[in-house]
C-alpha cells in the first residue's frame, strides 16, 4: 500500500512499525486510521490511551459513577479541574468541526478487532501525567495554569455575537476548521508549534510531550513480541519524539513515578508553623512589646480573611465561607489537613450533586456558564480557591510575624 503522509515506518528486529499521526478531532484522521489498519492488517495496534483515558471514550456515561467526595478527599480536585478544562476545549473543537474527540483511537480499536489485531493501551495514566506536570511548575507557573484552566472553559456557546465577527479581519475570532486542524499536522506548522511550547512553557512540555514520547514509543516497541507489522495510533505532536527515541532504553518505571513534593514545598509547609512557634516563644520571654495574642493574630486573620475571600469568590455556600475562616488558621499550621479538603467536603453536602449533574459534566463544562451551573464543577472550584486563599493568606501571615520578631 501506498502509505499516507501522515504516517512515519519504523523498522526494528523483522517487525514493521507503522505510526500513524492524528488530530484528535480530524475526521481524515478517522478515515486514515481505519484504511491504514484494514490494508496492513496488522497482528497488534497500539493507541495513545491509558485504561483511565479508554473508559472514558468508551463509556458514555463515564462520570456517572463519579464520587466528589472520594475525589476532594484525596486530594484531586486540581487534577480533575485540570482534566476537565482539557475535555472542554477537545469537545469544542470537536462541536466546531462535528468529530467527537478521540474518534480516531476509538476507530482504531474497532478496525482492530476487526481484523482480529491486539490492541494495546501504550499511553501512560493520565493522573500521573498531570501530577508529574504540576509538579514541575513553580508557585507563579501554578498560579498562571489555575487561571488559564478557568479561562479555558470560555464563552458561552448561546451568546448572541454576530457572525461577522467571527470572520477574519473583523476584530473577532476566525473559526476553526478542519484544514486549519490538518494544517497542523504537518511538519513544519509541527516543528513551529513544538518550539513555541519549549520556549513559552518548557516546564508543561517535558512531562505533557517529551516523557510520553519516551513512554509511548517504549510501549509500542515491548508490545510487538515479534510481530510482523504494529500500527500506533498517536497524536501527531508525539510522532517527531518517538523517532527519535525509538530503539533506545527508556526506563518506563521513572517516568511512571510520582514524584515527591519538592523540598521548597516542604519547607514553606513546615516554615508556617515553625515561625508561630518561634513568635510565641519570643513575645513570652524576650519581648516585652510582641504579645502571643499579636502573633496568632498575625496568623489567623491573612488566612481566614484568604480562604473565606475566596471561598465566597467562587460562589461557594455560605456555610463553606464558615467553614474555609475557621479551618484555615489550623491547616496553616497543620501541614497534613488542607483547607480544600475539608471546605469541599462542606460544600458537596450542602450542593448534593446527583447522578444526572456528574452524567451533564462533559456538556456543561463546554460553556462559562455550564460550568458555575453544575454542582460537581462548582465544587472542585470552590474548594481549589478555599486552598489557594489559604495558601496566599499563610505567606502573608510569615511576612506579619517576622515583623513582629
Known amino acids: 500500500m501506498t502509505a499516507p503522509s501522515s504516517v512515519t515506518q519504523l523498522e526494528k528486529d523483522g517487525t514493521t512499525f507503522h505510526v500513524i499521526g492524528t488530530a484528535h478531532v480530524s475526521r481524515r484522521s478517522v478515515e486514515e486510521v481505519v484504511q491504514v489498519i484494514e490494508e496492513l492488517r496488522p497482528e497488534v495496534v497500539c493507541v495513545e490511551l491509558c485504561q483511565g483515558r479508554y473508559d472514558a471514550l468508551t463509556q458514555e456515561n463515564s462520570f456517572r459513577n463519579l464520587d466528589v467526595f472520594k475525589v476532594v478527599r484525596e486530594g484531586k480536585t486540581l487534577y480533575l479541574l485540570a482534566h476537565l478544562a482539557l475535555s472542554s476545549y477537545q469537545r469544542k473543537m470537536g462541536q466546531a468541526l462535528g468529530v467527537k474527540p478521540g474518534s480516531e483511537l476509538l476507530a482504531a480499536v474497532e478496525a482492530a478487532k476487526r481484523v482480529g489485531a491486539r490492541v494495546e493501551l501504550i499511553d501512560r495514566d493520565i493522573h500521573t501525567t498531570l501530577k508529574r506536570t504540576w509538579s514541575n511548575l513553580g508557585l507563579w507557573k501554578r498560579s498562571m495554569l489555575l487561571s488559564s484552566l478557568m479561562v479555558g472553559f470560555g464563552d458561552d456557546s448561546d451568546d448572541s455575537d454576530d457572525d461577522d465577527d467571527k470572520k477574519p479581519g473583523k476584530g473577532g475570532k476566525r473559526e476553526l476548521t478542519a484544514d486549519d486542524i490538518e494544517q497542523l499536522k504537518e511538519g513544519k506548522a509541527l516543528s513551529e508549534m513544538l518550539d513555541e511550547l519549549s520556549r513559552a512553557l518548557p516546564e508543561v512540555k517535558k512531562p505533557l510531550i517529551d516523557e510520553r514520547d519516551a513512554f509511548l514509543v517504549s510501549g509500542m516497541e515491548q508490545s510487538a513480541h515479534g510481530a510482523r507489522a504494529v500500527v500506533a495510533v498517536v497524536g501527531a505532536a508525539h510522532v517527531p519524539g518517538m523517532r527519535q527515541r525509538f530503539g533506545q532504553a527508556v526506563d518506563r518505571e521513572a517516568l511512571a513515578r510520582i514524584p515527591p ?86 460544600e458537596a453536602w450542602r450542593r448534593k450533586p446527583t447522578v444526572v449533574d456528574c452524567e451533564r459534566l462533559p456538556d456543561d463544562i463546554t460553556t462559562l456558564r455550564g460550568f458555575f451551573r453544575n454542582p460537581v464543577s462548582h465544587i472542585l472550584l470552590v474548594a ?7 495558601a496566599v493568606g499563610m505567606w502573608l501571615g510569615a511576612a506579619w510575624i517576622v515583623t513582629l520578631l
Open 384 to 390: 481549589i480557591l478555599s486552598g489557594v486563599g489559604t
Open 261 to 346: 513534593p519538592s523540598l521548597l514545598w516542604t519547607i514553606v509547609k513546615w516554615a508556617v508553623p515553625l515561625l508561630l512557634v518561634v513568635g510565641l516563644v519570643w513575645g513570652a520571654f524576650h519581648s516585652d512589646n510582641v504579645s502571643a495574642q499579636d502573633v496568632v493574630m498575625a496568623l489567623v486573620l491573612p488566612t481566614s480573611i484568604g480562604a473565606g475571600a475566596l471561598t465566597l469568590l467562587g460562589g461557594g455556600k455560605p456555610l463553606s465561607v464558615l467553614t474555609a475562616i475557621v479551618v484555615a488558621p489550623i491547616a496553616a499550621i497543620h501541614p497534613l489537613l488542607g483547607t480544600g479538603m475539608v471546605v469541599g467536603v462542606v
